[in-house]
């Protein structure tokens, strides 16, 4: 089919549930990705922060293969061998001490907020059930997490939302002293903030958030659902800081393109929950296990948290030079490979005009260019994704 007929039948048979574009991706190869006309692009948005090794990495390609032979699905009744040695691998890298496993990162959130309540409930009182979130933030979808969400739009039309969330500006430490008290069960942070416009957190702030939860008996939960599994240029994000967190979770990146959310926690706070709290009949199956454990050898042991570190440094020099050109550019930022750019103008023209040229990268929050490529990605491919933007810019300053 061409891009035309399947849109035609997307129109006809699909909800209208996102603002779709009108792309229809159909074979994708490292940073590249072709549409069912045939148009290549370079793939600057990676299925937002998923694709880490670009698009079927062999080694992830192999593993899904050799698992489905094998055994796809089964069952959490039972033990699963590559969930087990998932969860040794992640527990080894993270500096926690137990996961969980699921299917997104809605999920992986849904199921740390029900810890974070039950390890309260279990340790402290039943009145301590508040748990404090940052404006801007994002963490989901389903109906607990659109609440933990700090941005009314994702919200609106779904109430009555569930009770006991509390929002704080992001990165100001006083408002986050007035919000923690002793009804706080946890605070949930992205470390750098990535649908909210790319808003990275001061170690300060999560020193002293840290300092606050533990004065008041709260658990620190890091959503590291797009900051995690290298895109920073660590593993996690949380690791350039220094600040431990009780609770953390993960997925986009995870399982190398295969869908997979974890959950992990310190042993003490996941001792709350008890056989029956939890659970999830797809989570940790043994396909979406053996395609994450080939992408983290291969993240871990391929030099690619050091590529994207590098990298991530070469092209935000780049985007800095870039943008002193533009006085409609507000500010560059990120950490890594995780960066964006802020405009004083409304960013989805900027972003069209590079689709048409073969560049994707997507906009948040209306006016911040965010650029999430590969952790694979070379400076060659930066040179050209800067050079087409660059074009693009210039003919918006005319
Ligand atoms: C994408 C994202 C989520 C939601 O993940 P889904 O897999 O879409 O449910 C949660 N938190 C953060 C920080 C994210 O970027």
Redesign the pocket.
């Known amino acids: 089919m061409n891009t035309k007929e399947i849109l035609e039948i997307g129109d006809q048979y699909l909800m209208r549930n996102v603002g779709r574009i009108a792309l229809a991706p159909v074979r994708g190869e490292g940073a590249l990705l072709w549409d069912a006309d045939g148009n290549e692009y370079l793939d600057f948005v990676s299925g937002?922060a998923v694709n880490s090794l670009g698009h079927c990495h062999p080694a992830v390609v192999d593993a899904i293969t050799r698992q489905a032979k094998e055994l796809i699905h089964c069952s959490n009744l039972y033990y699963i061998e590559p969930q087990a040695l998932l969860a040794k691998m992640l527990v080894e890298q993270s500096g926690l001490g137990k996961a969980f496993f699921c299917n997104?990162?809605?999920?992986a959130?849904e199921a740390a907020i029900k810890l974070a309540r039950k390890h309260a409930k279990l340790k402290h009182s039943p009145e301590k059930v508040e748990i404090v979130t940052a404006w801007q933030s994002?963490?989901?979808?389903t109906l607990a997490?659109i609440t933990a969400t700090g941005q009314t739009k994702y919200q609106k039309g779904f109430e009555p939302l569930p009770g006991g969330f509390k929002y704080v500006p992001f990165n100001d430490l006083d408002a986050m002293e007035q919000a923690v008290s002793a009804t706080t069960c946890a605070v949930m942070l992205?470390p750098v903030q990535?649908?909210g416009g790319v808003n990275v957190a001061s170690r300060y702030y999560l020193e002293g958030v840290k300092m606050l939860c533990w004065e008041n008996g709260a658990l620190l939960i890091y959503?590291e659902?797009?900051t995690g599994i290298g895109r920073t240029g660590r593993f996690l994000a949380y690791q350039h800081y220094g600040v431990e967190p009780d609770i953390l979770t993960l997925?986009?990146a995870l399982g190398g393109g295969f869908p997979i959310?974890a959950m992990l926690a310190t042993n003490k706070v996941a001792e709350a929950f008890q056989p029956g709290d939890h659970a999830s009949t797809f989570g940790g199956n043994p396909l979406a296990c053996a395609a994450a454990l080939a992408a983290l050898e291969e993240i871990i042991a391929g030099g690619v948290i050091e590529n994207a570190a590098a990298v991530g440094v070469y092209m935000q020099d780049k985007l800095r030079k870039l943008a002193e050109k533009y006085d409609y550019v507000k500010e560059v930022r990120g950490l890594g490979l995780l960066l964006g750019v802020e405009l004083a103008i409304d960013g989805g023209g900027i972003v069209n005009r590079c689709r048409e040229k073969g560049l994707l990268i997507n906009c948040v929050n209306g006016n911040v260019l965010r650029f999430i490529p590969p952790l694979t990605i070379s400076r060659q491919d930066v040179d050209r994704a800067l050079w087409l933007l660059e074009e693009v810019m210039d003919s918006i300053k005319e």
């Open positions: 937002i997104s990162g809605a999920e959130n994002f963490h989901g979808r997490t992205e990535g649908e959503d659902v797009q997925a986009k959310g």
